[in-house]
């Protein structure tokens, strides 16, 4: 048998078939030539006649001799492995896939065709821990000598192995990355981004911590792990690790924009476990970082420094009620941003969108990271369940977000003309937006995640909104903010970059919450059956002293009182934070009860029946949990202020129908909170009004609501082409 290359493969010959036909001619005119059985193998297997490809191979290997068998073994295996890269080029893995393992079983010690296999074993949907454990991958791996494999393909294997969200497939990890040369921090920087992903659309913690604790082994004192490591940690409460991590951070950042973020991730651990003291130095030092960022150099930005900068103000308005510093600070930080973001280059395609449109219709888009069970998903959802759509087309895009979650499914899903779910990358998202042609865009993040704040300021629709998720980010690109008559001051518009437009009555309505079955009772808390229970139900972010001072000089005027204590923070932490209070003003530790969070929603609520009186936060007020107050009927006492965060409860609490409880000073908030713990007959007014104004009160009137968005959408587009055309109008002139 003559060991003969062909010139010809299956895959340079129209069709398998017609490959068939020409091999089996070839070998009929020459039965000597051991490529053409190769190739004739190749093309049965393509066309789905593996049995066929089998005897074709073996043909040439059943007549040799034992001394030229291993030779025609690695030509075989040749032919297969360039087939292999073929079918890859023309974007075709499954056919890649197919001939990959069977490289394998011709070879199952070729690491690099292993590697080969396992990343289109991953691109098919195919890989599995029986696979591996099954061609002995983790034996395999530990063989490799460092960098003795291509780094591009060491990064698609271990890719790969973060779907094997097993044991398996951590070894797995930990065994591969050794190997990696030159490229290792960026394949590091890719896993997590990938973990990062799968913390947040999937809730993987314990297998994103795992594969965290690897990555900070291979690659110490990475400040791209250190910062995942600790925004994951301070996610899942465990705020000692999450601040070790912040510090480490913070040590080793040495250009002024990652001191900036340093500061800015361990403000969110401390802020988070509730130890004020720490957060407030860092809060001190953020202050004197920003001043000198903003006079550096700040237009050579890359895009992870400038996203470092647009999220490093985000804890301002817990500390202080100051709009007008923290609102001109966010703009300048703002406008730095976008300017930074759009001087990166960009590789944009923008296709026809495949929904039609309708005649006479807006086509409204909404984006945001929390069409989920999250507050921002709990508060929107009925605003796509009432809005018209004779009228509107509506576009939901859903960033970083699992399309397979329940609560998006159902609320979601099907609410509007089209859903599409994206991950990081928002040049994708940018292209579809701009496919879609959206006419008004409205985002519900802000500040609180970077993707979108990137997609906003490429401007991929003409008028551009925030809603919803947070205070205004300062965006040259947002043209507008929606609020109301109440929850920013009348002044608001001397500092804020986007327009103010204040619906009619309430810029948010729900119709109501789900409510379960309470678990929580006075007896298991040791709380008698005649005492006023106050109540508060927030993170440590929160947690402001001064705030918790005013509380306590409430609970302390009023006998018989109790102060439960709820929300996501260290235990430890906040029981000093409290508890030293507490001792201040001369309250005894044992009338503070701390109660564990509740993850059911309905739950939840329904545990919110056991207060008398809520006591809300400031200069940070609550806002799902304010609309879960009232709806529940439970007097609450909120104090006013400036900022947006610092009115939300006095715009909800007017919206539902009560003014009792708003007080306009720290003074008044005290008063407020004693009044209604010594006044029974007060509480129960307040309850009957709360009752009653669910039929009636505009912050239950979610149908009207969406009227009024709809309403303001119609005017911001006719101001737009009135504006357009104007323009037109005196570019004609002077021509």
Not at 478 to 504: S, T
Request: glycine share 4%; with cysteine; charged share 25%.
């Amino acid at each position: 048998m003559q060991v003969i290359a062909s010139t010809l493969s299956p895959s340079s010959i129209s069709s398998p078939d017609r490959a068939i036909e020409f091999y089996e001619t070839e070998i009929a005119n020459d039965e000597t030539i051991a490529s053409n059985y190769w190739q004739l193998g190749v093309a049965y297997l393509l066309a789905g006649r593996e049995d066929d490809a089998h005897v074709a191979w073996f043909t040439p290997i059943s007549t040799a001799t034992a001394d030229s068998i291993d030779d025609l073994n690695a030509e075989l295996i040749a032919v297969l492995d360039r087939e292999a890269r073929y079918q890859v080029e023309i974007s075709a893995p499954e056919k890649a896939w197919l001939l990959r393992q069977h490289i394998q079983i011709l070879a199952p010690n070729l690491v690099e065709n292993i590697f080969e296999a396992i990343y289109l074993a991953y691109l098919t949907e195919n890989l599995t821990p029986d696979l591996l454990i099954e061609w002995q991958v983790l034996e395999l791996i530990k063989k490799v000598e460092p960098a003795s494999i291509d780094d591009d393909l060491l990064a698609n294997v271990l890719k790969s192995f973060t779907i094997v969200r097993t044991d398996l497939g951590l070894k797995a990890i930990e065994a591969c990355l050794p190997l990696t040369g030159s490229k290792r921090e960026a394949i590091v920087a890719m896993l997590v981004v990938i973990g990062q992903g799968l913390f947040d659309r999937l809730y993987l913690g314990p297998f994103v911590v795992a594969l965290l604790e690897i990555c900070n082994r291979v690659v110490p004192d990475n400040l791209i792990v250190l910062r995942l490591s600790t925004y994951v940690h301070t996610k899942i409460g465990k705020y000692t690790i999450a601040i070790a991590f912040a510090e480490e951070y913070c040590r080793l950042a040495s250009n002024t924009i990652d001191k900036l973020f340093g500061n800015y991730i361990a403000q969110d651990a401390y802020f988070g476990a509730g130890d004020w003291q720490a957060a407030k130095v860092k809060s001190d030092l953020y202050c004197e970082l920003i001043e000198r960022a903003i006079e550096s150099d700040s237009l050579n930005l890359n895009r992870d420094r400038a996203s470092h900068l647009i999220l490093s103000s985000f804890f301002l308005p817990y500390i202080a009620d100051n709009p007008r510093d923290n609102k001109n600070l966010q703009n300048k930080i703002a406008t730095i941003y976008q300017q930074n973001i759009q001087l990166t280059p960009s590789n944009i395609q923008v296709d026809k969108s495949s929904i039609p449109k309708k005649t006479g219709c807006l086509r409204i888009g909404y984006i945001a990271s929390t069409f989920r069970q999250h507050s921002v998903g709990w508060l929107s959802r009925w605003l796509m369940h009432h809005h018209d759509r004779e009228s509107f087309q509506v576009f939901i895009y859903c960033v970083n977000t699992d399309p397979d979650n329940s609560f998006n499914h159902q609320w979601f899903r099907h609410k509007g003309d089209c859903i599409s779910y994206f991950g990081y990358d928002y040049q994708d998202i940018v292209a579809q937006i701009r496919a879609d042609e959206i006419d008004i865009l409205i985002e519900l993040d802000s500040i609180t995640f970077d993707t979108t704040c990137m997609v906003m300021t490429e401007k991929p629709a003409p008028i551009q909104v925030s809603w919803l998720g947070w205070d205004a980010s300062g965006l040259p690109a947002i043209d507008y903010f929606i609020a109301d008559p109440y929850v920013l001051p009348d002044e608001a518009q001397e500092y804020y970059q986007e327009k103010i437009w204040r619906l009619p009555q309430t810029y948010l309505a729900v119709d109501g919450f789900e409510i379960g079955t309470p678990d929580l009772r006075r007896q298991d808390l040791d709380i008698p059956d005649d005492a006023v229970i106050y109540f508060s139900g927030q993170s440590g972010y929160k947690r402001n002293p001064n705030c918790i001072r005013a509380q306590m000089e409430i609970v302390k005027s009023v006998p018989n009182s109790y102060f439960l204590i709820k929300g996501s923070s260290d235990p430890e932490i906040i029981k000093n934070l409290f508890g030293n209070l507490a001792a201040e003003v001369g309250i005894s530790f044992d009338r503070l009860k701390f109660i564990d969070r509740v993850e059911d929603e309905p739950t939840h609520r329904a545990n919110l029946a056991i207060a008398d009186i809520v006591l809300d936060t400031f200069p940070y007020n609550g806002a799902t949990t304010t609309l879960e107050t009232l709806w529940m009927g439970i007097p609450m006492v909120t104090q006013v202020g400036k900022q947006f965060s610092a009115r939300n409860s006095y715009t909800f609490m007017l919206n539902a129908g009560i003014e009792e409880g708003i007080a306009w000073s720290q003074q008044e908030y005290i008063e407020w909170g004693i009044k209604l713990g010594l006044d029974p007959k007060l509480r129960m007014e307040i309850r009957e009004k709360l009752r009653a104004g669910r039929q009636t009160a505009p912050v239950w009137d979610a149908q009207q609501f969406t009227r009024d968005m709809e309403q303001a959408y119609c005017q911001m587009w006719a101001k737009y082409q009135a504006e357009n055309n104007s323009k037109t109008s005196d570019r004609s002139e002077n021509n």
